[in-house]
């Protein structure tokens, strides 16, 4: 059965001219499954094996934490907490600097992954989620990603943000920001800065990012009742900065937090606290206690305006 995610004009796994010209208007040349994605895909795992000829350099080391910790950070307070579920406020330039952040840890533009995040939510496990476990784990990890039916930016779903031309550029130019950082690693740490700071954390960066799509459904306690699969789980939300608490999240998407409870690890709310209180964002959304308990009323999707 059709549903609206499959049948989106850019979502059609087709090769005619008008996809073609559709898809690099907002996602460029790079396509996520083509031959040239997966060689870097996989040439960037590869490099990861240049540690036994560079060893590890104090310097190199730290560069590698802080790369990725701070895109992290991109991605889960950025592509996921604001441009996916909008669950805070902020200036059209910061906007754009989280955005480049969270570009830099090669995942391609925000409009792509935000608006398949959104499907995420709006068809979990069902026909029409990107990354359900139910199509196994693999597809759920890193499957999904070379699958042409999420291939191209799906519009529909993230018009609130598609109408900012620099986030557009960025969309289409979303090899930029990483190969800058990659430059600028080099540039800090010579090679053994490019193997660290680059290829080891972004790969390191894509495994954590990619478990909360996988693991996050699959291993963990369920406290809400949500109607997919998704649990929540300490070692996870160590490892992705606070996304880990995946079934909260599920349970209510609208919150900048998804640690509900003071035991519950989100560095990447205390992060947004930390922004908030110089400024640099506001209005961050926390569950109520009713929600805490277990009685949300009609759980708020983020939407495109
Ligand atoms: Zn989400
Ligand atoms: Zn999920």
Redesign the pocket.
Known sequence: MPNRAATSKKQKPESSEAYHQSYEESDGWLTRTGAVARVIYWGIHAACLLVFVVGAPLPAVLLCVATYFVRLLGITGGYHRYFSHKSYKTGRIFQFVIAWIGCSATQKGPLWWAGNHRR??RF?DQEGDPHSPKHGWYHSHQGWIFDSRWEGTPEDVIKDFARYPELVWLNRNHWVPPLVLGILCGLIAGLPGVVWGFAISTTLLWHATYS??SL??IWGKRRYETG?T?RNNLWIALATCGEGW?NN??YYQAAARNGFFWWEIDVTWYVLKALSWVGLVWDLREPSEAVKQGRPGKPRLARAA
Request: glycine share 0%; net charge negative; hydrophobic share 15%.
């Open positions: 995420h939510h979990s909360v799509n996050a459904h997919d998704s995946h999240h599920h």
